[in-house]
C-alpha cells in the first residue's frame, strides 16, 4: 500500500533498503520503454539551459501508464539558471509565498536579500522558504484557483513548457499555474493527488534540481501499491494520462554524489544564459543541502479564458 512504502521509505532508524527504487540511469527494460521525442529543435533551447532534444533520454514506466521521465535535459549552466531564477526571482512579490501568512517580511522585502543579505535576519529565514505559487495561485485552503488570485507566468516557464510539452508529444499545453517547492534535507511531501485544475487531461510536469529524493507514485486510492523512483538535478517527471490522479509523494531526501549544476567546461561561458558569479554562490551554498521542485500544470481547458 500507498502508506506502507511511505512509511517504509521515509524511516531513519532503520534506513530503508533502496535497491527496488526505479534507476533511471541505469534504466531497467523490464520496468521502463524507450520513449522517441520529437526532434524539432527550438532556438529557444540554449537560452533556456536546454541540451539538443536529439540527446535526452525519455522513458514511460510500464507499471504506470502515462508517467515518463526525462533524465535531466540540462546543461550544467541551466541547471545554474534554474536554481536561481528559483530562489532569487519567484521568491519574490507578487508571488505567494508560505511565509506570507507569518509576515516575517515587509512588502518591500524579499526573501532572497534578507537571507543573503542580512546575517542576522536571513539565518533564521534560509530554511522557512517551503513553497511559493506563480500565476493562477493555489489556495491551500479551499483547493481551488479564483481569477482574484493570479499573476503573471514568467514568460521563460511558458517558453520551456513549449518546448519540453512538445517535446514529448503535449503540443498545445499552457503553462499557466506553478508551486515551487523548497525542500530541506529532512522534509518529506505527504502522498497527495493534484485535481484542483479544470483541466484535468493535460499533464502535470515536475521538475527537480538540487538534492536527490525518493519519489513514490501509486494508484488512485492509498490503499494501492506503490513504485519508488530517483528524482535527481535536472530530472523531469511528467504524470499524464492514467497517471495523471495517482496519490504521489517524496518519503525521502538524499544526499546527492552528483552534482550536475557544477562546471568545468569552458565552451559553457559561451552560453547566451547569464548569470551574476556572486549570486550563484550564494544558490549553490542553499542547493547544497536543500531539493528544489518545479511544479507546473495547465488551469483552463483549451479555448477556455478564464475560470468563469
Known amino acids: 500500500m500507498f502508506k506502507d512504502s511511505f512509511k517504509y521509505y521515509k524511516s531513519r532508524n532503520p534506513p530503508p533498503d533502496l535497491k527496488d527504487v526505479v534507476d533511471f540511469s541505469i534504466p531497467d527494460l523490464n520496468k521502463v520503454r524507450i520513449i522517441t521525442t520529437q ?11 536546454l541540451k539538443p532534444i536529439k540527446e535526452w533520454r525519455v522513458y514511460e514506466l510500464i507499471d504506470v501508464p502515462g508517467l515518463i521521465f526525462i533524465e535531466n535535459p540540462f546543461t550544467e549552466i541551466g541547471q545554474q539558471y534554474w536554481i536561481l531564477k528559483c530562489l532569487k526571482d519567484y521568491s519574490k512579490k507578487p508571488n505567494k509565498l508560505n511565509l506570507d501568512i507569518h509576515n516575517v517580511l515587509n512588502d518591500n522585502e524579499s526573501w532572497w536579500d534578507i537571507t543573503f543579505g542580512n546575517p542576522e535576519k536571513g539565518k533564521n529565514l ?8 506563480l500565476g ?7 483547493k ?6 493570479k499573476t503573471q507566468m514568467p514568460l521563460e516557464i511558458v517558453k520551456l513548457m513549449d518546448i519540453l510539452a512538445d517535446a514529448i508529444g503535449f503540443q498545445g499545453f499552457k503553462a499557466e ?13 505527504a502522498g497527495h493527488t493534484d485535481h484542483s485544475e479544470i483541466n484535468i487531461d493535460a499533464p502535470l ?5 538540487g538534492q536527490t529524493a525518493i519519489f513514490l507514485i501509486g494508484g488512485l486510492t492509498q490503499e494501492e501499491p506503490a513504485v519508488a523512483m530517483y528524482l535527481r538535478s535536472g530530472d523531469i517527471v511528467v504524470m499524464s494520462e492514467g497517471s495523471r490522479l495517482r496519490y504521489h509523494g517524496v518519503p525521502k531526501i538524499l544526499p546527492t554524489i552528483i552534482k550536475p549544476w557544477e562546471t568545468n567546461n569552458a565552451s559553457e561561458s559561451n552560453t547566451s ?17 536543500a531539493r528544489i521542485n518545479m511544479n507546473i ?5 483549451s479555448g477556455q479564458m478564464t475560470l468563469y
Open 177 to 189: 499555474a506553478a508551486i515551487i517547492n523548497y525542500y530541506r534535507m529532512n522534509s518529506t511531501l
Open 273 to 289: 544564459i547569464s548569470k551574476n558569479v556572486d549570486h550563484w554562490k550564494k544558490a549553490k551554498m542553499y542547493i547544497s543541502e
Open 297 to 301: 500544470r495547465q488551469v483552463l481547458k
Open 136 to 142: 493562477y495561485h493555489h489556495n491551500w485552503d479551499t
Open 126 to 133: 534560509l530554511s522557512k522558504l517551503r513553497w511559493t505559487t
Open 205 to 209: 510536469f515536475s521538475i527537480s534540481f
Open 144 to 149: 481551488k484557483y479564483s481569477e482574484d488570485l
Open 39 to 49: 526532434c524539432v529543435e527550438n532556438q529557444q533551447g540554449d537560452k533556456l539551459g
